[in-house]
């Protein structure tokens, strides 16, 4: 009926304006054409329906770990056995995107206000970078329309606060992602008898650790106090070496003025002169020589304080790095494996809050080489997470968002270094991961937090126009820490990914630029 009255309508206009018939006749062809369905039209496909908020139909266990899905505009959660809570979300807008990628939760602020946008609320905040990216509420238009964090429901981000805990996984994805159930001999196999024993060696080696320290402060305060008094004793030492040689030298002099003596009268007095000068050479003599034997024992016994206090501040060390690694090995371990650096990172919480304020340290301390067959190919990015415990050890998940190779591909591509699974593997628990990546680390990861990994591939613009966390190093050598022998402050030998002012991109083919804002900086 509309086609018919718009022709009907367009022959009349056409007839009022005085065109001629066969003009009439092909306008109004052309418009049924234009507006007639064809038979061979393809169907209008729907669009797809809008996230909603959606809850799990069972009893859900902790989060393990967030999917954000760019694509769809959706976060997931998941516990061990999958997914629990789903909610629409506004990631970051053209120019200001949402970085993907692989990230844990470093801080949780309930009522957080932005330092960077004119003091904004951002709810339930829950930092996954600390250059201002982070998942909090927000209002939601239906798109993207943040500056880079994920905005989520107001109701839906106050409910999620709640269940999250400090390092848990954060995936920000380009597409739809999800984790699927995954074996493979490369996986941590922990050992049982290692697990039992572990809360017992956690409790006693801090004891021992404790007890290791306490002897070395008093073996170090008995080598000062020994050194102390060895160096009054080589004072007096030294004073009466100078009295014995003036002695020996009056008693040369009477011995030249008796010599000299000429008259009865001169040489009782130069025999006098030296009976005095031979008494009191004999005198320090013997002082000097008991004070050398006496001298002999203590400096001896100085020399066994200081080798004891060595001995002592060893064992403080070693005992103390017994604990540190006691404690750490009731936590969950994470290995990150970077094709970019050829290196294998490890962190594991530390639960002391970094000394600046902010989140909690994260031990460092293991960073070695790693070998990957083919390093000059692509591996992609994916995260395999142990998420429960089971007969063979541990159940494994698998999450890619970057398939240059598949998941199992990439792992066969990986030789771990046995030391480092000697070191981590039998002890290794629900929660723990590796990831695997053809990035390097962010310049975002520091000492206080899990790793920070970017998609070099996608865009980017609400993390690169953000100013950089400062590199931190003046705390590494915090006492506070020292007496756990952690060694908690990353040392940046990596090779981090860089800021770039300004990066191409590829969307539909075609060119797209990524610039940064000056001043932009934290939020």
Known sequence: MVNRLTTAQSTVTMRRCGLPAIVTFAVMAALAALTAPTADAAPRQPRPAAPKEATAPRDAGEPIMAIVSIKTQQVTLYDAEGWILRAPVSTGTSGRETPAGVFAVLEKNKEHRSN??????????????????????????????????????????????????????????????????????????????????????????????????????????????????????????????????????????????????????????????????????????????????????????????????????????????????????????????????????????????????????????????VTIRNPERPIGTHVFTAVAQNDSGLRWTAVSIDNADDAKAALDRITIPQEVLDRIAPTAVPRSSIVISDEPLSVETNYRTEFVVVLSTQPQGGFITRKPTPPIDVYAANDSFAGDGFNPFFQRSWEPQPPQPATTRRRGGQPYYQQVQPGSSWW
């Open 116 to 369: 960077m946008y004119d003091d904004a609320s951002m709810p339930n905040m829950q930092r996954i970078t600390w250059n201002g990216i982070a998942l909090h509420g927000g209002p939601l238009p239906g798109y993207a329309a943040s500056h880079g964090c994920v905005r989520m429901p107001f109701g839906f981000a106050d409910k999620l606060f709640d269940k999250t805990r400090i390092g848990m996984r954060v995936i920000i994805s380009p597409n739809d992602a999800e984790p699927v159930e995954f074996s493979h001999p490369a996986l941590f196999s922990p050992k049982a008898e290692a697990i039992a024993a572990a809360p017992a060696r956690a409790e006693a080696l801090p004891r021992e650790a404790a007890e290791a320290a306490k002897a070395a402060d008093e073996a170090k305060k008995a080598a000062a106090a020994a050194t102390r008094e060895t160096a009054t004793l080589t004072a007096s030492l030294r004073k009466l070496q100078v009295l014995k040689t003036r002695a020996d030298a009056e008693l040369a002099y009477a011995d030249k003025a008796l010599a000299a003596a000429r008259t009865d009268e001169a040489r009782a007095r130069a025999e006098d002169l030296k009976q005095k000068a031979a008494a009191k050479a004999a005198d320090l003599g013997t002082q000097l020589e008991a004070a050398k034997t006496d001298s002999k024992a203590k400096l001896d016994a100085a020399a066994a304080a200081k080798d004891a206090a060595k001995v002592a501040q060893a064992r403080k060390a070693d005992t103390a790095k017994a604990a540190s690694e006691a404690k750490l090995a009731l936590e969950p371990v994470s290995i990150y494996i970077s094709r970019e650096t050829q290196k294998l990172y490890v962190r594991r919480p530390t639960h002391k809050p970094a000394p600046d304020g902010g989140g909690i340290v994260f031990d460092a301390t293991i960073e070695v080489p």
